[in-house]
């Protein structure tokens, strides 16, 4: 089944504590993206990347950092969260990145920074 | 600034009802998405439109790229129509809108 995962899905911390976030598609998409979703803000990008190796800041980059050494995976990391943070994230992916492309979303991680 | 607008951004409808759902956006773009997001939060893609009209089933979803305005229709409402729905017009990157939170009362 075609699917884009995530975990943990759910994660409360405390302030400062490294955390990663994991995602993993198996379609073999070039695209993958990360969003982070607020009450009345909408859909966020934090960070994307056209393929492995190649990652660019979205719109709200500050405090997060991932990396893309396989095609598959592309993980969050919080290396200090902040209580700021705390928001639903989501992992995305798509074939190309291209606007006709569609895109397939994770199950979504809520994470609340104490 | 918003280059999204959803109307409106609550809906209750009587199953059966005919929905409409609007979005404008302010920016060039290539194509535009509408999602759904239902109450466990995981979000699914039912269109991408790059003029004109789509239908699956009982959705329907139209675009006129000149006046930047998409809708969104559901005919027939059915209490699992239940969900928000997100306008997401795609020009050099993706824009969001906010969303429309549809309750569909049986």
């Known amino acids: 089944e075609a699917q884009v995962t995530q975990n943990p899905r759910y994660l409360i911390t405390v302030t400062g504590k490294k955390l990663t976030v994991t995602c993993s598609q198996n379609m073999n998409h070039e695209y993958m993206s990360w969003y982070r979703q607020d009450p009345g803000l909408g859909l966020r990008q934090i960070y994307y990347s056209m393929n492995v190796e190649v990652t660019d800041k979205g719109d709200v980059p500050e405090g997060y950092k991932v990396s893309r050494k396989e095609k598959r995976n592309f993980p969050l990391i919080l290396e200090s969260p902040s209580p700021n943070q705390t928001s639903l994230y989501f992992c995305a992916s798509s074939l190309t990145g291209g606007p006709s492309d569609t895109q397939y979303f994770g199950p979504g991680t809520r994470l609340t920074v104490l | 600034k918003n280059e999204v607008e959803q109307s409106p951004q609550n809906l209750t409808a009587q199953e059966g009802e005919f929905i409409t759902i609007n979005c404008s956006y302010s920016?060039?773009?290539?194509?535009l998405h509408w999602l759904q997001q239902h109450p466990g939060g995981g979000i699914v893609s039912l269109f991408m439109l790059s003029s004109g009209k789509k239908k699956h089933g009982r959705l329907i979803a139209t675009i006129n790229i000149q006046e930047k305005h998409s809708s969104l229709h559901i005919t027939a409402s059915h209490p699992r129509d239940s969900a928000v729905y997100i306008c997401?017009?795609?020009?050099?990157?993706?824009?969001f809108g906010t969303g429309t939170s549809l309750t569909v009362i049986p």
């Open positions: 920016v060039g773009i290539s194509a």
């Open positions: 997401a017009p795609h020009g050099n990157q993706f824009y």
